[in-house]
């Protein structure tokens, strides 16, 4: 049986079908490009949240490095009335040893005005730790002697806090006591020492966390 041959416009509207037909299962040009957008959108939309987020959500004031890197603990009254110190450990364990802002040495006239290390027969600033081995640490009590912070009308001692290995003083403050003035909490820290971590574990009973320390201090 023949069959009639097929005119330009019969092989057109066969050529569209097809299309049509390619479109629906596939999706047409338009509508891809559209997707794509949509996908594109949500993806800037994220990145835009992660890189720019919305200042309603951040704090304040940042947060310190100190407040970021450490945990900060409190030996109020340490040994002897007013004489606060604090403990801010790293986790890799170091605890920075430092006076409090409630020390009493703060509420003299003028401050502190001097710092020495020389207590006793030794002289903690000429302790020279060296090595991943901490070749030369001396290991220390809680009680132990620090240092003396001096004003113009008194000192005070200074002790260890924890019980561990004494990594290092801050031998600025002998030039520029006036750091503990401004600040205590940060360049003006004491030492570094590096307890063991049972040793810690006994010294963190004792010590109160940053909101205990504020509770107490309001109360006084």
Known sequence: ????????????????????????????????????????????????????????????????????????????????????????????????????????????????????????KSDRSAIKVTGKRKKNAQHFESNTILCKVCTKSDSYVVRCCVKGSLLEVNERLIKQPDLLNSLADREGYIAIIMPKPADWLKVKATLLGLEEYKRLKEQC
């Open 1 to 120: 049986m023949l069959q009639a041959p097929m005119t330009d416009g019969s092989a057109q509207a066969s050529s569209m079908s097809a299309d049509a037909a390619a479109a629906q299962s596939n999706g047409s040009p338009t509508e891809l490009m559209e997707v794509r957008e949509v996908d594109g959108g949500d993806e800037d939309k994220d990145l835009r949240e992660l890189l720019m987020p919305d200042v309603r959500s951040l704090p304040l004031v940042p947060p310190s490095a100190v407040e970021s890197n450490f945990v900060a603990y409190f030996a109020p009254d340490f040994m002897k009335p007013g004489h606060d110190q604090y403990v801010y450990r790293h986790p890799n364990g170091l605890c920075v040893v430092g006076l409090a802002r409630t020390h009493v040495a703060f509420r003299d006239e003028g401050g502190v005005t001097g710092v020495d290390f020389n207590v006793g």
